[in-house]
């Protein structure tokens, strides 16, 4: 059985939704703008977790997180984070989703985020792989990626 790949991409300029009525437009615009807050959400709060109490790196700017307990972060059953970050703004987080959900990873890195998170589709996880960049025309492109090995 061979691998499956499927996705979309859509390139918009923040601030500027697409009409409704362009359904596929719409649903990739805001997934990308979701994306984005999500990232700016956790870079947050790994900013504001910088020596304090689970990060195990005590140098200025450099916070490295395991099992940081982080509510709701990046999906809405997260419960902990494990990650680092580095004072330019590289991001790694690995994001625990209860029991019941495989974990997410999120890396921000230069001008683009990557999420990787499990969907359950037909009875297994289908990995869905999203990628957010930002275009040095002050656009973005947001790209959504599923991937199937088990045809």
Do not use: C
């Not at 999420?115 to 275009?135: A, C, F, G, H, W």
């Amino acid at each position: 059985m061979k691998p499956i790949n499927f996705g979309d991409s859509y390139t918009y300029t923040p601030g500027q939704a697409p009409p409704q009525q362009d359904w596929n437009a719409s649903t990739l615009y805001q997934r990308g703008e979701a994306m984005h807050d999500t990232a700016a959400r956790t870079a947050d709060f790994f900013r504001s977790s910088d020596n304090g109490e689970f990060d195990v790196d005590p140098r200025e700017g450099y916070v490295r997180l395991r099992n940081a307990p982080a509510p709701e972060l990046v999906e809405r059953y997260t419960t902990t984070v494990t990650g680092f970050q580095t004072p330019d703004g590289e991001l790694s987080v690995t994001a625990e989703n209860g029991e019941w959900k495989s974990p997410t990873t999120l890396v921000m890195h230069n001008n683009e985020i990557m999420m990787d998170r499990p969907v359950y589709v037909n009875d297994r996880y289908l990995s869905t792989i999203e990628n957010l960049k930002d275009n040095a025309d002050g656009t973005r492109t947001f790209d959504l990626n599923y991937y199937n090995s088990f045809n």
